[in-house]
């Protein structure tokens, strides 16, 4: 059973508008949230991440929301530019120190 | 140059074939990770090493196996490749400060016939 879940499998979104990508998981020990983009025929790239203290982080035009109770992030893009189409990963791991569960991931597409 | 490269990039091969997968990295890092990826779910963790004598199982260790031969070396072994094994495979390394998240190899493209 995977204990990071990406419903969505893929999104579309216009350019400058926002995109929000969604993440569920299941272990309540999980303590530490992280976001990785992928483009094709590359290895993923870290993008951000967030503790359990928190309930926000931005970086930018990415923000990482947290909900602990609901067990739930979300990352947004504001505002989304076509460069940003890519597949992200939700990941989540015990403590930063831990190694990482990943999510199916999203594919972003940012129509111009 | 790339801070974590694998090689091959790509392999075809047959099934029953040993198949050798290599990483090698520039940053310095002490642990060492080996995923693969398949359409529909994710990254899922393999293998992964602290250090040089340290070697631990991930979430789909069987079928597998790894040899850390030294700080910036880590390599998979197919022993007896199955089709079920085609798949992106990836090498990825971490600071054991934990502030660094992961840092990804581009992946090896692997196919069995």
């Known amino acids: 059973d995977q204990q990071v879940k990406q419903n969505s499998p893929s999104l579309s979104v216009q350019e400058g508008r926002i995109s929000i990508l969604n993440c569920d998981y299941t272990?309540?020990?999980?303590?530490?949230f992280l976001w990785y983009k992928k483009y094709p025929a590359e290895g993923p790239t870290f993008l951000i991440s967030?503790?359990?203290?928190?309930d926000k982080n931005e970086d930018g035009r990415f923000t990482v929301f947290l909900n602990k109770s609901a067990k739930h992030l979300s990352l947004h893009i504001v505002p989304s530019q076509p460069g940003d189409s890519a597949v992200y990963f939700c990941?989540?791991?015990?403590?930063?120190?831990?190694?990482?569960?990943f999510g199916p991931g999203t594919s972003l597409s940012v129509i111009p | 140059d790339a801070d974590v490269t694998q090689t091959p990039r790509n392999r075809i091969t047959k099934t029953g074939k040993r198949i050798m997968l290599e990483c090698s990295q520039t940053k310095g890092h002490d642990r060492m990770y080996w995923y693969r990826q398949d359409p529909g779910l994710g990254l899922r963790l393999i293998y992964y090493s602290f250090d040089v004598k340290d070697i631990n199982k991930g979430e789909i260790s069987d079928g597998y196996s790894v040899s850390r031969q030294a700080q910036a070396k880590f390599s998979l072994s197919l022993e007896s490749a199955i089709p079920n094994q085609t798949a992106l495979y990836f090498c990825a390394t971490s600071d054991p400060t934990g502030r660094q998240p992961q840092h990804f190899g581009d992946g090896t493209r692997l196919s069995i016939l």
């Open positions: 990941a989540a791991s015990k403590t930063s120190y831990d190694k990482v569960i």
């Open positions: 272990n309540s020990m999980f303590d530490y």
């Open positions: 967030i503790s359990s203290i928190k």
